[in-house]
């Protein structure tokens, strides 16, 4: 019977931890059994440089199988753009509902929506920045903004190496977060001028609110609602509504406060312009230490990448190229990330796109850019072979 195998990620294998499974070469034969500890960073980019592969695990198995039990499902696979607008139009009227008291099974309808997210995360992390960089919020801006939150909080939860059950629930959370204002959201995206009063404290309650729809439509877990509850707090004790500052704020509710806070400056609103996805990441990275964890910081842009796929780039020759792929590391040598050349020195579209890897000298990033103006981002996701 052939083993269904995925590529080794390097957020896949924690140093001095058992493995959750067991690697193979590409020819499929056994090289590290389940359990096996790597102790050292020379195995781990020796393991990394083979391109080696390792077998699903009994979590990812499950989400296969939940998958593939829905019938529009099916043909959704891990494709994240698919996905992610299949998730779009789930768990808008689902929201809706939960928010009019009339939400009926909400607990598993939202896990299963969470499930297909954290899917795309465990198959193809790339691909999965690719769409929330690319795709945008043009439609249900509130919905939009907390399934790219969520698949943002799976890909740093992953990296955190937290348990299956802890990620699921922060996903989970990160997709009900803004619940308690979800008209107010749309409405504040599309405003030009300042809140209002009234509209500043609702943005101060929204979690509690949230908290309250939440536990109404009957869901009991106390870290889920915590993390609603505490998404809009930071570490410096700046944030609402309680001002808990440092480790008295839960590790999940702090994963979807700093995902919550790059999907913003990314997506923008009515009155800004988007922030290019380098510029956000300094933005975090000079909050680290005060209003972010800076440890948390660090991980997270280590995850995504400092160009993180779905982001256009400048590179040393001229072309313009889209990241499509996060940079690899090789005998503690660091290649990539990798790209593809869209537009030519000379400024035109080239009739196919060229492959870049963005280590190597000609092919350097001299800097970030907008979308060239051309560019048909209804064909994006064939950039990753959807």
Known sequence: M????????????????????????????????????VTTEKQLNVLLEK???????????????????????????T???TAIAYCNQKLFPLLQDIAAHKAEEAQPRIAKIAELLRIITVFDPNAALGAIHLLGCANNYAVIHSIYTAVLSGLLGRRKQLSDEDNEFIVCAALTMNLGMLKLQDRLYQQESPLTSEQRQQVIEHPKHSVMLLKKAGIESRDWLAMVLHHHEKYDGS???????????????????????????????????????????????????????EQLANQFIREI???????????????????????????????????LALISPRGAFYREPQKRDCGIALYKISKPCSAPKGFNVDQANKFWGY
């Open 239 to 293: 944030g609402y509504p309680n001002k808990l500052s440092g480790d008295a704020i839960s590790e999940g509710a702090k994963v979807i406060s700093l995902a919550d806070i790059y999907t913003s400056l990314i997506t923008g609103r009515k009155y800004r312009a988007p922030v290019l996805a380098h510029d956000a990441i300094k933005s975090l990275f000079a909050k680290r230490g005060n209003e972010i964890d």
């Open 305 to 339: 990448g400092i160009y993180p796929p779905g982001t256009f780039v400048g590179l040393q020759n001229g072309e313009i190229a889209l990241i499509t792929k996060r940079a690899t590391v090789k005998n503690s040598k660091t290649s990539g990330p990798y790209a």
């Open 79 to 81: 494709n994240p753009f």
């Open 2 to 37: 052939e083993i269904e195998l995925v590529k080794v990620q390097p957020s896949d294998i924690e140093l001095n931890t058992p493995l959750p499974f067991s690697i193979f070469t590409f020819e499929q034969s056994l090289l590290l059994k389940k359990n096996t500890i």
């Open 51 to 77: 391109g080696v592969y390792r077998n699903l695990t009994e979590q990812e198995i499950e989400l296969r199988v939940a998958l593939k039990q829905e019938s529009d499902q099916k043909k959704l696979q």
